[in-house]
């Protein structure tokens, strides 16, 4: 029986498979250009490609693409064969390093914000040598980066890629303070918790909602929900362990380190949690993990779906993002060791993420803004839209005694005995779990619990990346002219955490009490996508991405419009949809069915003239009363959408947010009511309790 090891990676083209096929200098050469980030000798490409090339024939490949990730949040390619023909009506195999290096997709059709006009079509990609090709349906996937004609960037990895640069060199500056002379390089890892549903492909092909939207726009609650707490981590069904068992195989044959699979709180719901990866990595293994779950579902004769709320009144889907920084040698700069107020370069790089999310607020939440989130944060199933740190006590009280000048009771590691001899004690981590807090430390990492189920974990990391080399750099400025190193960093960690600790909060974010709380500390409550976006274009925000060259202001301005006009047009679509769905199926099956009724009163009179028939007049009254509403509530809608044709941009986002989604709510009041009295035979949906707990 093949073995897990005999199969992992076996459709990438990695370190392994590089340092057997290529010549040593080739090799060499290009491991010092993955590391140092120099240019590309084309001598060194074309060996690349060829070696590339022949591995991928190998594997059965026919054709290759430049895999890239343009703004519409999943992944683009085009695929060219590797033939060229030759006389005699042959062809060979061929791929240059000129292919390799550089691809040129239509930009004219993706997003950009207004830097590409609808003529100006060129658009180009270029090769990332930090990420491994693989190869996905006989086709060999090189990873990219897409950028306009004029060189604006038109994707998400392109920034990405900058991020990380700017945060590797303001931390290795401060190390290097520290006395680390031997790092060369920091990296921001990531791993990504992935959330999903399964639901049954052909209940999923009758919902209109689900295909077109990805959420059910109606739907009346099924007598059982999630109110017994049973799926939380409960027996895998078999035909959802035959997915997961196939899933992890494809992900496994594409160096995705898939680790952990289980059931999630909801009726249908699991995740998926990879190992650790680096940023850029971590960033196209997600992405791949998204695109298997699809395919991998409709395999097994299910629909997978990753919007952030399919069900209404049933806990949504989001996507944990577990974010570190290490050096090059495997320090994990978060890590604080056994004692950390003895540990003064964790406590600064501490402090720095701390004054990064308290100083920059507004760009953590528009970095997970989108239509879908918006109906998760502060659901009490996700954490508020309000952004604050979890430290736990230890750390709190630590930065406590630092900021104050006051001693501090000197606790290590405790261990916790669980009270049965036969169990070992186990040792206490420096930070219990909180799960309702939006930006959560846990032990070595900071787990960033707000982005949402279909996101691309690129925007996060972006932010976060460029925010806290911002607080590096300027700590650098500070310490590096200091007398006292130790003296001067004690001096900058008590006072960037006094000057930042509003935004410290250890309790529960589920709470209105913490609403209240955080509203007096002057934390900002930006609860919906065009809110959030209003904050996009400040100054600060504006700058801090242009000092280190992630964004321009060009680029960032487009995003902007990017975002505003992905979310209106979300909500056209959902509206337009439910529109569709009343008019075409719902109101004629009440229709139908109130025909039933009244026909069956008509004949019962007919033979018991002196019975009452109050069941059955009363539900003919219920129908028509509900179906009168609904009719109603749907010509608001229809109004209201035919009214924002006027307007665009953060406008149209706005009234989408204000007008158009309460009348969405409005809709579906008498149309759940309707749900829940119409014969199941004449209904044209299939129901929540037939979704979410039919799978065998």
Not at 345 to 355: G, P
């Amino acid at each position: 029986m093949e073995s897990v090891a005999d199969y992992f990676g076996s459709m990438v083209f990695n370190d392994e498979v590089m340092r057997e096929r290529l010549p040593k200098d080739v090799y060499k050469a290009l491991k010092k250009t993955i590391a140092e980030g120099k240019d590309l000798d084309l001598n060194v490409a074309n060996s690349v490609a060829n070696a590339m090339k022949n591995w991928a024939v190998e594997k059965g490949a026919t054709h290759f693409t430049h895999w890239f990730q343009p703004m519409t949040g999943i992944t683009a390619e085009k695929h060219e064969a590797f033939i060229s023909p030759v006389e005699g009506g042959r062809v060979l195999l061929e791929f240059s390093g000129k292919e390799l290096i550089k691809g040129e997709p239509d930009a004219s059709s993706f997003p950009s914000g207004g830097i590409r006009a609808t003529f100006e079509a060129r658009g180009y990609t270029a090769w990332d040598p930090t990420s491994y090709a693989f190869i996905k349906d006989e086709t060999l996937c090189i990873p990219t980066a897409f950028c306009s004609y004029s060189g604006e960037s038109l994707d998400k990895k392109t920034p990405l890629l900058r991020s990380m640069e700017a945060i590797s060199n303001e931390a290795v500056k401060i190390l290097r303070l520290f006395g680390n002379e031997n790092v060369k390089r920091v990296v921001t890892t990531v791993g990504p918790e992935q959330e999903y549903f399964l639901i049954d492909k052909e209940d999923f092909k009758r919902r209109k909602d689900l295909v077109y939207t990805g959420r059910t726009l109606i739907g009346a609650r099924s007598p059982k929900g999630q109110e017994m707490e049973d799926h939380y981590f409960g027996p895998i069904k078999p035909r959802v362990a035959e997915f997961m068992h196939d899933l992890d195989k494809e992900l496994w044959k594409l160096g995705v380190n898939a680790k952990t699979s289980h059931n999630e709180v909801a009726p249908c719901q699991h995740e998926l949690a990879p190992v650790f990866a680096s940023t850029n990595i971590a960033v196209d293994h997600n992405q791949l993990t998204m695109e298997l779950m699809k395919k991998i579902a409709d395999r097994h004769g299910f629909a997978c779906l990753l919007h952030e709320k399919p069900f209404k009144g049933l806990n949504g889907s989001g996507k944990h993002n577990n974010w570190s920084i290490s050096t090059d040698s495997g320090m994990n700069l978060l890590d604080p060791g056994d004692t950390p107020r003895d540990n003064v370069q964790f406590l600064i790089f501490l402090v720095a993420v701390i004054k990064a999310i308290d100083e920059y607020q507004d760009l953590m939440r528009v970095s997970v803004a989108s239509a879908g989130n918006d109906h998760r944060l502060g659901a009490n199933e996700a954490p508020p839209a309000i952004v604050s740190v979890f430290l736990g006590d230890e750390l709190t009280d630590v930065l406590e005694s630092i900021s104050e000048g006051t001693p501090l009771n000197g606790k290590t590691k405790q261990q916790m005995s669980l009270g049965v001899h036969v169990l070992p004690n186990l040792p206490k981590d420096t930070t219990d779990r909180n799960r309702t807090s939006p930006f959560a430390f846990t032990g070595n990492k900071f787990e960033f619990r707000m982005l949402g189920s279909s996101f691309s974990v690129a925007g996060p990391n972006i932010t976060l990346n460029a925010i806290v080399a911002k607080e590096l750099s300027d700590f650098y400025k500070v310490l590096s002219g200091a007398d006292d190193l130790y003296k001067a960093a004690n001096e900058l960690i008590a006072k960037t955490y006094k000057d930042h600790k509003r935004v410290v909060f250890n309790g529960n974010n589920y709470s209105e009490e913490w609403v209240k709380e955080a509203e007096k500390r002057g934390l900002e409550n930006l609860k919906s996508t065009p809110d959030a976006l209003d904050k996009y274009l400040e100054p600060k925000n504006v700058q801090v991405f242009s000092q280190f060259g992630i964004f321009s202001p060009v680029e960032m301005k487009s995003r902007y419009e990017i975002l505003n006009e992905e979310y209106s047009k979300t909500i056209h679509i959902e509206a337009l949809t439910l529109i569709d769905m009343i008019n075409r199926e719902v109101l004629p099956a009440v229709e139908s069915y109130s025909a039933k009724v009244a026909k069956n009163v008509s004949v019962k009179r007919a033979i018991l003239p002196e019975a009452k028939l109050t069941a059955e007049t009363e539900l003919l009254k219920n129908l028509t009363a509900l179906a009168d509403e609904l009719y109603a509530k749907v010509e608001k809608l229809e109004k209201a959408v035919k009214d924002s044709k006027s307007l665009e941009g953060s406008e149209l986002a706005h009234y989408s947010r204000e007008k158009i989604l309460p009348l969405m709510d409005e809709v579906r009041v008498p149309a759940d009511g309707l749900e829940l009295i119409v014969d199941r035979e004449d209904w044209p949906y299939p129901t929540y309790g037939e979704m979410l707990f039919y799978i065998s």
